[in-house]
């Protein structure tokens, strides 16, 4: 039931690109689902790049890119890849320097 769901996503993601192509903002929505539910990781991965590759200023009511690199950092945690997520989790800080959930992410990877 679970997984049904994550592809009924992944295809009202599509829409919502194809309605409005310069809206990424529901890939890191859909992203974050999958990262809470620990599903389809690869393709939140995929989803969180797409976000921090397309978006140079992020519309007042979107993430903020610093937030798309925590939760990718988050992700990378989650498949065992430490290096990548601690590296990712500094670039969120680095662009958001009182990004206080990242800090703690960061801290307890090192």
Not at 4 to 17: H, I, L, N, P, T
Not at 32 to 51: D, H
Request: zero cysteines; aromatic letters at 6%; glycine letters at 4%.
């Amino acid at each position: 039931m679970l997984q049904k769901r994550f592809d009924d996503a992944a295809e009202v993601v599509a829409r919502a690109e194809a309605a409005v192509p310069d809206d990424v903002a529901p890939y890191v929505h859909a992203a974050r689902a999958m990262l809470r539910e620990g599903v389809e990781l690869p393709k939140a991965e995929a989803y969180l790049k797409k976000y921090i590759n397309e978006t140079k200023e992020p519309e007042p009511d979107s993430p903020i890119i610093a937030g798309a690199h925590w939760s990718l950092g988050l992700v990378f945690e989650k498949e065992g890849r430490k290096a990548e997520a601690r590296s990712e989790l500094e670039t969120a800080v680095r662009l958001k320097p009182d990004f206080e959930q990242a800090k703690r992410d960061l801290k307890r990877l090192k």
